[in-house]
């Protein structure tokens, strides 16, 4: 029977909030900074190489002495190894039409947005949008904020102006660009248009 501390793929469906296996991954992502083989580390620590290997491929929990000992042989603090584990794993699951109803520039105009997903204590902001237009809507002054815009055209047509170009778009098409320049829907020719804006910027940055 294959031994799974040798089994390369011993992580493949283990959970992701897993402390040994976070610790595993710490361990062998130092030792591999190194150059160091799994024999090398083992004769470092004092440990044996069948328990490095069940260290490295999270099936076993090392004990605090142990920790000390790879610490020591790896020159990094028995904190280090705890990092993975501890930074925080955000998603975000939207069901159809649940989107967060949210109030932006473009609102007065009959512009209608959901927000599908938000980010938390990262300094990069992505924020997806499932933007609505319909007969009640308008054409708005042209939009301008800080970071990129991602613009796909899910239903309906519309000529879309960034700076000085206007693009015509129809289902499918696409638009990427730089968000500091103006933009925004200069005509809509067909209703109801639905479009997908992802915008991202620096949590240093104003939108």
Same mark, same amino acid.
């Given at each position: 029977?294959?031994?799974?501390?040798?089994?390369?793929?011993?992580?493949?469906?283990?959970?992701?909030?897993?402390?040994?296996?976070?610790?595993?991954?710490?361990?062998?992502?130092?030792?591999?900074?190194?150059?160091?083989? &799994?024999?090398? =580390?083992?004769?470092? /620590?004092? $440990?044996?190489?069948?328990? *490095?290997?069940?260290? #490295?491929?999270?099936?076993?929990?090392?004990?605090?002495?142990?920790?000390?000992?790879?610490?020591?042989?790896?020159?990094?603090?028995?904190?280090?190894?705890?990092?993975?584990?501890?930074?925080?794993?955000?998603?975000?699951?939207?069901?159809?039409?649940?989107?967060?109803?949210?109030?932006?520039?473009?609102?007065?105009?009959?512009?209608?947005?959901?927000?599908?997903?938000?980010?938390?204590?990262?300094?990069?902001?992505?924020?997806?949008?499932?933007?609505?237009?319909?007969?009640?809507?308008? &054409?708005?002054? =042209?939009?301008?904020? /800080?970071? $990129?815009?991602?613009?796909? *055209?899910?239903?309906? #047509?519309?000529?879309?102006?960034?700076?000085?170009?206007?693009?015509?778009?129809?289902?499918?098409?696409?638009?990427?660009?730089?968000?500091?320049?103006?933009?925004?829907?200069?005509?809509?020719?067909?209703?109801?248009?639905?479009?997908?804006?992802?915008?991202?910027?620096?949590?240093?940055?104003?939108?």
């Amino acid at each position: 029977m294959k031994d799974p501390s040798q089994d390369p793929h011993a992580l493949e469906g283990a959970p992701e909030n897993s402390l040994e296996v976070a610790i595993g991954r710490q361990v062998r992502e130092y030792r591999t900074k190194l150059g160091m083989t &799994v024999a090398d =580390l083992g004769r470092q /620590a004092k $440990l044996s190489h069948g328990m *490095l290997s069940k260290i #490295e491929n999270g099936v076993t929990s090392p004990s605090l002495s142990t920790l000390q000992a790879l610490s020591r042989a790896l020159n990094v603090p028995v904190t280090a190894f705890f990092r993975k584990f501890e930074e925080q794993r955000d998603a975000t699951f939207v069901k159809a039409g649940e989107g967060l109803l949210i109030e932006r520039r473009g609102t007065r105009a009959g512009h209608q947005y959901q927000l599908l997903g938000h980010t938390i204590g990262k300094s990069l902001v992505v924020e997806p949008y499932l933007v609505t237009l319909t007969e009640e809507s308008d &054409v708005f002054p =042209l939009f301008q904020h /800080a970071g $990129l815009e991602f613009i796909y *055209l899910l239903e309906g #047509e519309v000529a879309y102006r960034h700076s000085n170009k206007l693009y015509p778009m129809k289902p499918g098409d696409s638009l990427y660009f730089d968000a500091d320049a103006p933009h925004g829907p200069e005509e809509l020719i067909k209703l109801p248009i639905r479009l997908l804006s992802v915008i991202v910027y620096s949590r240093a940055g104003d939108n």
